[in-house]
């Protein structure tokens, strides 16, 4: 008889192991049935041994063992990969068992011999390496890397953050190789088996190119992982637990011994601190300034205060319609306008559900002749709305001005400057799926013509001849420690686009950020912003580690009181957020501030591994807004 710990691949399980008997032997990273709650659940085997080892602490238990189901399926885990999830789980304080659910897609768990044979061979990790190149380069690098790895007669794991890159990736990467390469992104269950056991039993070294759904497969030849645009945030888990997917990858090639490298135009903060500091090498030569083959202009909007375009914009507009060229014109925000003030007493129009900012939006109900009925102000954070004919909450005036610059307006003035030409939009409100999305990019793809977007539409670019920022000042008022990174990457992403010319519209001329984008200055913006996080104890510096609640005001002092005392020896910091949600709530944030050498502190995981589910835990998040 065996006693079996299994690890239950469940979201909301506290416990990271429970206990059972079997009259079989399981080896670790074996999937197991388990009784669970009222019903069962996959489970993942940790460890298995005789049950008179045992026979004592049996004896003494206060609860009897439960009979464990057997899978009649092949396929398990590989131990480095079952090593690297648990050191993740103790990284983010999360259970293993939710941290294994996060990294194995549906199909794995109801088809577990689709992983394929786990690689137990032991060999040495040497370290991860960088490609930072455009993006025609790097993929060219790439190229590289495979045929090396072919060479030695090993597969290649290429990861992309999207199903887009994806695409793209798989187009590029397959000339020359097309009988070699497999990708089972975007396609049905069935056809998954399929693409999956084919590239098991290729004999021939294969590339097999995933989104981060897929990194369990495994070969024993597979020796080298590749992470594209590492720098993007569709790594990081949109739901409990918030993990960051690199991280993961970093513990799975040093428990592999697999080769892993990172890559991207403009390779994340912390990823470039760690080159510097020597924890990671090249694998090619890094280019610290991009060189762009379109010119750029930065455009001072300061002394335009009401106008949405410069001359200069309007301009590149009537040049790129005459030519019939493409242009995509970028605005960082949706609706018409992203703030209203009053004229009067200055106060800003806020939701009455939760205090967010309201925005300005078109309804696009072409039958409603009067403005004000084809317009309403719409909340970003809860979905309330309210009519556009409405007076300032404080004061009762009529005098609302609408400020900033949103996609509505931009398609507006576009519309309004060149009546004849086709416009579309790409943002969430106007493609709501992905499906919709890519028929918009496609259309503009095909048909030409101005297309105005939000960082959505940069999934489904491929380039454009004409690209223009023409709002983006909003982002500058967020106070994140993360906003002069992410603006730095968006800029040059988009320049990056453009083939022949590239326009930037700013109120916030000052900021260095812009110009230093604009110039593809990767070093200079470095130093700068290194330097500050330094000063600060910001990333990559410090761990943040913030625990977030919901709750009224005075359920939310309670519960501060309980988090000041469960983590009073760490310095604790409280934010109450005056924004509500729609059933009046308010959010409280606490968070620390961890030394990075010093994490993960056991005292602090295990405390935060107490805290029952209407906490949400983030360790090292993106923001601590």
């Not at 710990?5 to 009259?23: A, D, N, Q, R």
């Given at each position: 008889?065996?006693?079996?710990?299994?690890?239950?691949?469940?979201?909301?399980?506290?416990?990271?192991?429970?206990?059972?008997?079997?009259?079989?032997?399981?080896?670790?990273?074996?999937?197991?049935?388990?009784?669970?709650?009222?019903?069962?659940?996959?489970?993942?085997?940790?460890?298995?041994?005789?049950?008179?080892?045992?026979?004592?602490?049996?004896?003494?238990?206060?609860?009897?063992?439960?009979?464990?189901?057997?899978?009649?399926?092949?396929?398990?885990?590989?131990?480095?990969?079952?090593?690297?999830?648990?050191?993740?789980?103790?990284?983010?304080?999360?259970?293993?068992?939710?941290?294994?659910?996060?990294?194995?897609?549906?199909?794995?768990?109801?088809?577990?011999?689709?992983?394929?044979?786990?690689?137990?061979?032991?060999?040495?990790?040497?370290?991860?390496?960088?490609?930072?190149?455009?993006?025609?380069?790097?993929?060219?690098?790439?190229?590289?890397?495979?045929?090396?790895?072919?060479?030695?007669?090993?597969?290649?794991?290429?990861?992309?953050?999207?199903?887009?890159?994806?695409?793209?990736?798989?187009?590029?990467?397959?000339?020359?190789?097309?009988?070699?390469?497999?990708?089972?992104?975007?396609?049905?269950?069935?056809?998954?088996?399929?693409?999956?056991?084919?590239?098991?039993?290729?004999?021939?070294?294969?590339?097999?190119?995933?989104?981060?759904?897929?990194?369990?497969?495994?070969?024993?030849?597979?020796?080298?992982?590749?992470?594209?645009?590492?720098?993007?945030?569709?790594?990081?888990?949109?739901?409990?637990?918030?993990?960051?997917?690199?991280?993961?990858?970093?513990?799975?090639?040093?428990?592999?011994?697999?080769?892993?490298?990172?890559?991207?135009?403009?390779?994340?903060?912390?990823?470039?601190?760690?080159?510097?500091?020597?924890?990671?090498?090249?694998?090619?030569?890094?280019?610290?300034?991009?060189?762009?083959?379109?010119?750029?202009?930065?455009?001072?909007?300061?002394?335009?205060?009401?106008?949405?375009?410069?001359?200069?914009?309007?301009?590149?507009?009537?040049?790129?319609?005459?030519?019939?060229?493409?242009?995509?014109?970028?605005?960082?925000?949706?609706?018409?306008?992203?703030?209203?003030?009053?004229?009067?007493?200055?106060?800003l129009l806020l939701c009455d559900n939760c205090?967010?900012?309201?925005?300005?939006?078109?309804?696009?109900?072409?039958?409603?002749?009067?403005?004000?009925?084809?317009?309403?102000?719409?909340?970003?954070?809860?979905?309330?709305?309210?009519?556009?004919?409405?007076?300032c909450d404080t004061c009762n005036s009529w005098?609302?001005?609408?400020?900033?610059?949103?996609?509505?307006?931009?398609?507006?003035?576009?519309?309004?400057?060149?009546?004849?030409?086709?416009?579309?939009?790409?943002?969430?409100?106007?493609?709501?799926?992905?499906?919709?999305?890519?028929?918009?990019?496609?259309?503009?793809?095909?048909?030409?013509?101005?297309?105005?977007?939000?960082?959505?539409?940069?999934?489904?670019?491929?380039?454009?001849?004409?690209?223009?920022?023409?709002?983006?000042?909003?982002?500058?008022?967020?106070?994140?420690?993360?906003?002069?990174?992410?603006?730095?990457?968006?800029?040059?992403?988009?320049?990056?686009?453009?083939?022949?010319?590239?326009?930037?519209?700013?109120?916030?001329?000052?900021?260095?950020?812009?110009?230093?984008?604009?110039?593809?200055?990767?070093?200079?913006?470095?130093?700068?912003?290194?330097?500050?996080?330094?000063?600060?104890?910001?990333?990559?510096?410090?761990?943040?580690?913030?625990?977030?609640?919901?709750?009224?005001?005075?359920?939310?002092?309670?519960?501060?009181?309980?988090?000041?005392?469960?983590?009073?020896?760490?310095?604790?910091?409280?934010?109450?957020?005056?924004?509500?949600?729609?059933?009046?709530?308010?959010?409280?944030?606490?968070?620390?501030?961890?030394?990075?050498?010093?994490?993960?502190?056991?005292?602090?995981?295990?405390?935060?591994?107490?805290?029952?589910?209407?906490?949400?835990?983030?360790?090292?998040?993106?923001?601590?807004?």
């Amino acid at each position: 008889m065996q006693v079996v710990e299994v690890i239950p691949v469940v979201k909301g399980i506290t416990k990271s192991t429970l206990t059972y008997f079997t009259k079989d032997k399981f080896e670790p990273g074996s999937f197991v049935r388990v009784p669970v709650r009222s019903g069962t659940a996959l489970g993942i085997v940790v460890k298995s041994f005789p049950a008179r080892q045992a026979k004592a602490e049996l004896k003494e238990a206060t609860y009897s063992l439960k009979k464990l189901a057997r899978i009649d399926k092949a396929g398990r885990l590989s131990p480095a990969f079952m090593r690297a999830a648990e050191k993740t789980a103790d990284y983010y304080a999360a259970t293993l068992g939710s941290v294994l659910s996060a990294l194995l897609p549906k199909i794995f768990l109801e088809s577990p011999e689709l992983l394929g044979k786990a690689d137990l061979e032991e060999r040495t990790f040497r370290e991860v390496k960088l490609v930072q190149l455009p993006e025609v380069e790097r993929l060219r690098e790439y190229k590289g890397i495979i045929r090396e790895a072919f060479a030695r007669k090993t597969s290649v794991t290429f990861v992309t953050p999207t199903r887009e890159d994806a695409v793209r990736a798989l187009e590029t990467l397959s000339n020359g190789i097309e009988n070699y390469v497999h990708s089972a992104v975007g396609r049905k269950p069935k056809e998954i088996k399929a693409i999956l056991w084919k590239a098991h039993k290729e004999k021939h070294p294969i590339v097999f190119i995933t989104t981060p759904a897929f990194l369990a497969f495994d070969r024993p030849d597979l020796e080298t992982i590749i992470v594209d645009r590492e720098n993007s945030r569709s790594y990081r888990t949109l739901s409990r637990p918030h993990i960051h997917l690199k991280t993961f990858l970093e513990y799975y090639a040093r428990e592999s011994g697999k080769t892993l490298i990172f890559g991207d135009s403009v390779l994340s903060l912390e990823t470039l601190w760690k080159e510097r500091g020597g924890t990671y090498s090249e694998a090619a030569p890094l280019t610290w300034r991009i060189k762009y083959t379109a010119p750029s202009k930065l455009v001072d909007m300061r002394k335009r205060k009401f106008e949405v375009m410069s001359p200069e914009l309007k301009d590149m507009l009537t040049r790129a319609i005459q030519e019939n060229k493409r242009v995509f014109l970028f605005g960082a925000r949706k609706g018409l306008a992203p703030s209203t003030v009053c004229g009067d007493c200055g106060s800003l129009l806020l939701c009455d559900n939760c205090q967010a900012p309201l925005v300005l939006h078109e309804t696009h109900d072409k039958s409603k002749p009067n403005e004000g009925e084809s317009r309403l102000y719409i909340c970003h954070h809860c979905g309330a709305r309210r009519s556009a004919a409405t007076r300032c909450d404080t004061c009762n005036s009529w005098k609302l001005n609408a400020l900033g610059v949103g996609i509505d307006r931009i398609v507006a003035e576009v519309e309004a400057l060149f009546p004849s030409v086709p416009v579309l939009v790409l943002d969430k409100d106007h493609a709501e799926t992905a499906t919709r999305a890519r028929v918009i990019a496609k259309r503009f793809e095909s048909e030409g013509g101005v297309l105005v977007g939000t960082e959505l539409a940069f999934l489904h670019l491929t380039s454009v001849s004409y690209a223009a920022v023409v709002s983006l000042d909003a982002l500058f008022s967020v106070p994140d420690f993360s906003m002069n990174e992410r603006i730095f990457y968006l800029v040059t992403r988009l320049r990056q686009l453009t083939a022949e010319s590239f326009l930037v519209q700013t109120r916030n001329v000052g900021e260095e950020i812009l110009s230093l984008a604009a110039d593809g200055n990767i070093l200079d913006f470095y130093r700068a912003e290194i330097k500050e996080r330094e000063e600060l104890l910001y990333p990559p510096f410090s761990i943040f580690v913030k625990v977030s609640t919901l709750g009224t005001r005075e359920a939310l002092e309670k519960k501060a009181v309980y988090l000041q005392s469960l983590f009073k020896d760490h310095k604790p910091h409280f934010i109450v957020e005056n924004r509500g949600t729609p059933s009046g709530k308010r959010m409280l944030n606490m968070v620390l501030r961890i030394p990075r050498e010093s994490w993960p502190v056991s005292e602090i995981k295990d405390k935060l591994l107490l805290l029952s589910p209407e906490f949400l835990i983030k360790v090292d998040p993106e923001s601590i807004l």
